[in-house]
């Protein structure tokens, strides 16, 4: 009996070893890399589109974090990783901001990543304890009018998105803040519930939950108009700042040389699970995001506008990394 067995399992081995290389890979985790640590919006919707991944990939798709510089970390990694269609990187828009923030990248953001999909994106939003003083964005550029670098802020990251917007503020404002550089939005949340920052930027996604329980009030919004979920909210032009527009946004990328098949498979799986009616809700609802879905193509296009658009904010201020 034993020898059958041993004979079978050699036999089994055999043909395992002769099978394609894509084909054995399948039964393989399949690993996405959020370049943030637990508890932003990256983070959960990494986690969020996770298992319908599963289902339509055909083997278990895990989140892994690997977070710091900007985010730079876990997208290197990614860069460097086989382009197997077992590596992929679901990063923040921060990513848009690697070439100008960092003095030497390790990567290419433009050429060693290639693109999959811009899943959508979220209006920053400006909120603060529920039991601080501030009322407005008003209240807020009065006191720090008042006491220059006296007024903080938490955000994401230096040269994050939400940090950039602020610096624009504070510009258009004629006001001065101090900034906290956190290294992810649920970090930066905790210090702001807990009254150690005055106030975080930060995209509604992330915010609301904290908003709608109560822990957080909303100050400011950064959409081109109120969200649903933010009704009695001004916009930064009803605020006076007409034009000063910022959005969060999640994109899938995948090693450079990935095959166009692995790519458009992970593209499918991807608007599908996104397309499920509790999923949506959860995007569109939960975390008032709009959803794009985009093509490859399309990601490739708005990200090359991105980094030229906030690369010019980082060069023109002198943003340092963390």
Not at 216 to 245: I, K, M, N, V
Request: positive net charge; without cysteine.
């Amino acid at each position: 009996m034993s020898r059958i067995t041993r004979r079978a399992a050699l036999g089994a081995l055999a043909v395992t070893l002769a099978l394609p290389r894509t084909l054995r890979a399948q039964g393989q985790a399949i690993r996405i890399i959020v370049p943030f640590a637990p508890g932003g919006s990256t983070d959960a919707v990494a986690r969020l589109v996770s298992p319908g991944l599963t289902q339509r990939l055909g083997a278990p798709v895990v989140v892994e974090n690997r977070s710091g510089a900007a985010g730079s970390i876990g997208a290197d990694a990614v860069a460097k990783a086989r382009p197997d269609g077992q590596t992929w990187l679901l990063t923040f828009d921060s990513h848009a901001t690697i070439p100008a923030l960092l003095r030497a990248p390790p990567f290419d953001v433009l050429t060693d990543l290639d693109p999959v999909m811009l899943i959508g994106g979220s209006p920053y939003a400006v909120a603060t304890k529920a039991d601080k003083p501030f009322r407005s964005i008003a209240d807020v550029v009065a006191a720090a009018r008042a006491r220059p670098d006296a007024v903080s802020y938490g955000s994401t990251g230096n040269g994050t998105i939400g940090h950039l917007t602020m610096i624009l503020l504070g510009e258009r404002a004629n006001a001065r803040m101090t900034h906290i550089p956190y290294r992810s939005g649920g970090l930066a949340v905790n210090d702001t519930v807990a009254g150690t920052v005055d106030m975080m930027i930060g995209s509604s996604a992330l915010l609301l939950p904290h908003i709608t329980g109560g822990t957080l009030r909303p100050l400011l919004q950064f959409g081109p108009q109120r969200l649903p979920g933010l009704p009695d909210t001004q916009t930064s032009a009803e605020a006076g700042f007409p034009g000063l527009t910022a959005e969060a946004w999640w994109g899938v990328f995948a090693p450079r040389g990935t095959p166009a098949e692995q790519v458009a498979r992970m593209n499918t799986a991807l608007r599908e699970t996104l397309s499920e009616e509790r999923v949506r809700r959860t995007m569109t609802e939960t975390q008032q995001a709009r959803l794009v879905l985009s093509s490859p193509e399309e990601l490739r296009t708005f990200f090359a506008a991105e980094v030229e658009k906030w690369g010019g904010v980082v060069r023109a201020n002198g943003i340092q990394p963390d």
